[in-house]
Each structure stands twice: as C-alpha cells, then as structure tokens.
C-alpha cells in the first residue's frame, strides 16, 4: 500500500541537502547509520537523511543539523544528470545494434535463405520488424519515462514477478555471456597483429578482455559524459569502416563486378527453403538489429526524452539498416555465397581480396568496434540492476548512485497504432513456435533457467517477515557497500518526474535504512 502523496512531500521536503553529504564524507566522516533494535550509531556526520526503502509509510524525516558549510556543489542535489542528447543517444541504439557480427559472421540469414536474393530480403525485412518494434518502444518510453527499459515496462504493466523474472535471465545470463562474448572478441582482433600465424594465448587474450573490462567500468564509474564520448567516437570509428566496405562495393559494382547480383543468380536457390529455414533466417536477422532498444534503459538520464527518444530511434533503426544491407551487398560483389558462407571473418576475408595492404584495417575495424559495444552493454545494464534494486527487486545498494559523480557504481560493478504492436508480436511468436519445433531442447533449457527466478523472487522479494537477523545482515552489507563506493540513494525520487516508482518495503518491525 503506497503512503498518501502529501506524506511523502512532507518527508522529502525535510531531507537535508547533499552538501552535509559531500562536506562530511570529505572530511572523513563515513556517516551511515543503520538504526535498528531501538540503538543508532553517530560516526561525526552534521545532519541526515531518511530514504525509504519499500513501497510502505516513510517513517518520519530527522530534523537537519547545521553542515558544516556549503562546499562546491552545496547547490546541487545527488540524481542521475540529464547528460544524454540526440547525437549520444543516436550513437547508443547505433553503437549497441552494430557489434562485431556484420564484419565477422552475417552468414546465419544466408545459410538459412538459401539464396543471395532472399538473404538481401530478410535484411532489409529484419530492419522493418526492428523499426515496428521501435515504434511500440517510442511510445512505451514517453507513456513511462523511466530508466530501465524493457523490465520496467514489463513490472508496469504485468507485475512484480514477470518484471523479476525478466531481471533475473538478464543478470544472470544474458548480460554476462554477452560482455564476455564480445570483451574476448576484441582481445582476439586487438592480439592477431602480434599473432599473425596462429591463434593468440587463451591467457593473453582473457587478461586483455579483463583488463578493457575494468577500464570500462571504471569510465562509466567516473563520468556519464566521458561513457558518452566513448560510445560517440567509436560509433562514429564502426560507421566509417563500413562506409569504407559499402564505398568499395560500390567501386566493385560501377566496374561490372555484381554478377552474384544480378537477379538469374540473385534468386537461384541452392536449397529449397523451407518454412523452418525462413523463420531461422528471419531470427537470425531479427538477432543482427539487437540492442535496438538499449536507449530506454537510460530514459531518465536522456534531455527533453519525449522528443529525443522518437527522434532517435527514427534516425538510428533505418541508419542501420540500410548499412546492414548494403554491407552485405558489398560483401557479395567480391566473393560468392559459397565464399562467404566458408570464411571465419567475412570482412577480412574481403579486405584481403580489395584493399591489399590495407587490409589490416578490417581487424582494426572489428577491435573499436567491439570496444564501443562494451561500453554501451555496460552503460545500459547498470541502469538495468539500478532500477531492478529501486523497485526491491535487487539489493538496496544497487540504487544508490556516487554523491559526486552521480553514476550508479554498485550497479556498474554487479555486472501507436495498435496494428503496430500486434504485428510485432506475431511475428515474434511465430518464430518462438518455429525454434521451438525446430531446437525444442535448446528452447527447454532457456525456459528452464528462467523458471529458476520463481523461488529466488518468492524468497527475496515476495516474502516480507524474514528474520531480524536476515535484515540486519542485509543492513550491515548495504552499509558497507556504502562506505566502499561512496554512493547514496538519489535525491529527488523518480516519481516527482515520470511518476510513482517508489522501492519495495521493508517489514513494519524494521527500520529504514538511514544515511547520516
């Protein structure tokens, strides 16, 4: 039951301000208090604040004390900034579709398709499903401007457990397989200079990936404006090498090389596709345009959001797509299906075949192409587990952000039209049915897994009289995860912008955990 909107003006409007935060912590004075069992304990802070931990009544706010004295940013409150405009945000949904997959392996659809033709199709379809999709994401981020994306959308509107459920596949697998996945493709590509003849060392090639990992977070620890200048410049680096292969397929096309162009061969099938075939095909593609969505995880952080968001989804998805298309038909200008289909890495194998010495510029390519997808996974997801832990779904200290540079570094450590949403769900639910005929025990693992968050949302979020000694051990450890970050709650809750969104209670017999 949520408290009544004029309790909980009353008790934000008597929280202290952040300099009695700043000041005190610089000073040396860790001050977190935990009150609990009728006993509070003082380490030297002037003031303090109450936030609420739970959906219940906020207890009532202290009195401040006097601080110590404005210090440098006294007139600043502690919230994720608005530092995310329209450029950054055309290079986040750009720079998380395009990864290192279009210069490596866009064999998938053609393997599938079985024709030049109708893998061109499915490209260009693959980009018009995105674009529905988007549509349906445009609309959603404006109805509920929050950060968070997909699991805050989902907790909106079907519940805690589904939006749980859907938190707990990303934490648990989905982000982690896929920082790792791409962290060691970039070690692979940055290494095979030194190791021209044979593949690199497995341990060199995981202390690079651990080593770019850590620089990473530690950028988008200290800054969202330095995270942001990262994912444009290497954005920028991916658009250029594959305007350099579209430009010399182009070249390859006006000196009459597009023989596996021309529609007799464009559309002579090697294989008679069938219904399976076509919806892989189509999955594969639908794959290649993942990451479409990332911007509305940082909605809060975006200026002007209701205007931005559209505005860059509409520039980015067809930007993409009409890369990813006409990249491919480079690639078929200097090499035929059978060609492609062999090669291990599709652009070098056509950098080799037309830029001779230059070649080395593909690798290169793949390497800062992957470094930017790194940065923008990291980016998003942190703001994935800050508002899993804002809604009680996720540790409290989660959603708690530097009182300096206002990132969310625990989080960053754990690592329309109603035809256009229906069509997009049809489309993806024929081709959930079709994988689940076609791989039914690939399919049953992937439900298995997410099925293994119902107990652990039952246990952790669902079941409200724990032990005292279960809040006291989550208190204590919320505390220390302070102390070691030097984070608090944001200041000025998410709901006076974009509505209610208040965090998970806490039993009635325990207190809220307090910052002093």
Not at 29 to 36: E, I, P
Not at 57 to 86: C, F, M, Q, T
Not at 381 to 406: D, N, Q, T, Y
Request: glycine share 10%; charged share 10%.
């Amino acid at each position: 039951m949520r408290p009544p909107v004029s309790a909980v003006r009353a008790a934000r409007a008597a929280r202290i301000r952040t300099d009695g935060w700043t000041d005190g912590l610089a000073a040396g004075g860790t001050d977190l208090v935990v009150q609990g069992a009728g006993k509070r304990r003082n380490r030297g802070m002037a003031g303090h604040t109450q936030q609420p931990s739970g959906r219940g009544h906020p207890g009532p706010a202290p009195s401040p004390s006097p601080g110590p004295g404005p210090g440098p940013g006294a007139s600043e409150r502690v919230a994720l900034k608005k530092e995310i405009g329209l450029v950054s945000a055309c290079t986040i949904i750009i720079g998380n579709i395009i990864g290192s997959g279009i210069f490596i392996s866009p064999k998938g659809v053609l393997e599938h398709s079985g024709s030049v033709g109708l893998a061109l199709f499915v490209w260009v379809l693959g980009g018009g499903v995105t674009a529905l999709g988007s549509l349906c994401y445009a609309e959603l981020g404006v109805a509920i401007p929050k950060s968070g994306g997909d699991y805050a959308y989902v907790t909106e509107i079907f519940g805690g457990l589904a939006g749980f459920l859907l938190l707990w596949s990303a934490v648990l697998i989905m982000y982690p397989t896929s920082l790792a996945v791409i962290s060691m493709t970039f070690s692979n590509y940055v290494l095979q200079p030194v190791f021209p003849n044979c593949i690199p060392p497995a341990t060199a090639s995981r202390v690079l990936s651990m080593a770019c990992l850590m620089l990473l977070t530690w950028v988008n620890s200290s800054s969202v404006r330095w995270a942001t200048r990262i994912q444009d410049i290497f954005t920028g680096g991916k658009l250029l090498a594959l305007s350099l292969i579209i430009g010399m397929g182009f070249i390859q096309i006006f000196q009459g090389h597009f023989e596996e162009l021309r529609p007799s061969n464009a559309f002579d099938f090697w294989m008679t596709p069938s219904v399976g075939h076509l919806a892989l095909a189509f999955l594969q593609g639908s794959f290649a345009f993942s990451g479409w969505n990332f911007l509305n995880y940082v909605t809060e952080e975006l200026v002007d959001p209701r205007k931005n968001l559209p505005r860059a989804i509409f520039i980015s998805i067809p930007l993409v797509t009409f890369v990813y298309t006409f990249t491919n038909v480079a690639y078929f200008t200097a090499m035929s299906p059978q060609e492609l289909l062999a090669s291990n890495a599709v652009a070098v194998t056509f950098g080799e075949k037309l830029l001779g010495y230059f070649s080395w510029v593909m690798p290169v390519s793949v390497a800062l192409s992957t470094f930017g997808g790194i940065n923008g996974y990291l980016f998003t997801s942190s703001r994935l587990c800050f508002s899993g832990a804002r809604e009680g779904h996720l540790p409290s200290l989660l959603a708690m952000i530097h009182v300096r540079h206002c990132t969310p570094i625990p989080a960053l450590l754990v690592c329309v039209n109603l035809l256009v949403p229906a069509a997009y769900l049809v489309f993806w639910a024929f081709l959930l049915v079709f994988s689940f005929i076609s791989e039914p025990m690939v399919c049953g693992v992937g439900v298995i897994i997410i099925l293994t968050g119902v107990p652990i949302f039952f246990l952790g979020v669902f079941w409200r009289s724990k032990p005292k000694c279960v809040h006291r051990l989550t208190e204590s450890m919320t505390r220390w995860g302070q102390e070691l970050c030097f984070v608090v709650y944001p200041q000025g809750a998410p709901e006076e912008e974009n509505g209610p969104c208040q965090p998970s209670p806490l039993p009635a017999t325990d207190k809220p955990l307090k910052t002093q």
